[in-house]
Every structure is written in structure tokens, then in C-alpha cells.
């Protein structure tokens, strides 16, 4: 299994960008499917990006898209999360993790997890 660490949260005000990144160790992100996951107080944790084995296949939550960008880089093992034009509604632990199953959003598909980063966007 690959081990996972995110970084890059922090407090951010309503409409601005930040980018949270997650580093691989232990097995290439090239053998996997990447995603990003958030979990907001009393609430489940739901899937927000998803990023192919090469990196050039995306796809993303409805409340994320045009907003969100998923990047991978496989030679630095890092997965990248940018994120404009934020919300308060954004606020969440966020959550990478490796799957085989292109195009699952289901967290249970998804069998390494980091310990998350946290984001909180002010209004």
C-alpha cells in the first residue's frame, strides 16, 4: 500500500485559493487512481476529485466543479488539490486517497488514506 500525508491547509476568506497536497511513499501513484475526499463537522465524508493513473483523466463532485483542480504528479508522488473561489460551505477535513477504481467516488473503493489536512474558509 502506499502511505499518504497531506499539507497545505489553512484558514482562508470566502472567495479566495488555496492548495492542499498530498506525498506518496512506499508505491508509485502511477499504479493508482487519486482522490480527494472532504469531511465537514457532524457530516459524511463525500468524494470532491478523482484523477486518473496518468493523470490526464478528471473528474469531479458537482459542488467542485469549475472551481476545484485535481493534479498528479507522478514523478514527485505528490497529488495536488487547487482550489478558487472558495466558500464557507468548503470548510472540511480534506482527505487523499489511492484506489484502483477509475471514476468511484465511493470511499470504500479507495484503501490508502491520509490523515487529512483542515480547511476553513470565513465569511
Known amino acids: 500500500q502506499v502511505q499518504l500525508v497531506e499539507s497545505g491547509g489553512g484558514l482562508v476568506q470566502a472567495g479566495g485559493s488555496l492548495r492542499v497536497a498530498c506525498v506518496g511513499s512506499?508505491?508509485?501513484?502511477?499504479?493508482?487512481?487519486m482522490g480527494w475526499f472532504r469531511q465537514a463537522p457532524g457530516k459524511e465524508r463525500e468524494f470532491v476529485a478523482g484523477?486518473?493513473?496518468?493523470?490526464?483523466?478528471?473528474y469531479y463532485s458537482d459542488s467542485v466543479k469549475g472551481r476545484f483542480t485535481i493534479t498528479k504528479d507522478n514523478a514527485k508522488n505528490t497529488l495536488y488539490l487547487q482550489m478558487n473561489s472558495l466558500k464557507p460551505e468548503d470548510t472540511a477535513v480534506y482527505y487523499c486517497a489511492a484506489s484502483t477504481s477509475y471514476g468511484s467516488t465511493w470511499s470504500g473503493d479507495f484503501r490508502s488514506w491520509g490523515q487529512g489536512t483542515q480547511v476553513t474558509v470565513s465569511s
Open positions: 484523477i486518473g493513473w496518468g493523470g490526464g483523466s478528471k
Open positions: 512506499g508505491r508509485t501513484f502511477r499504479n493508482y487512481v
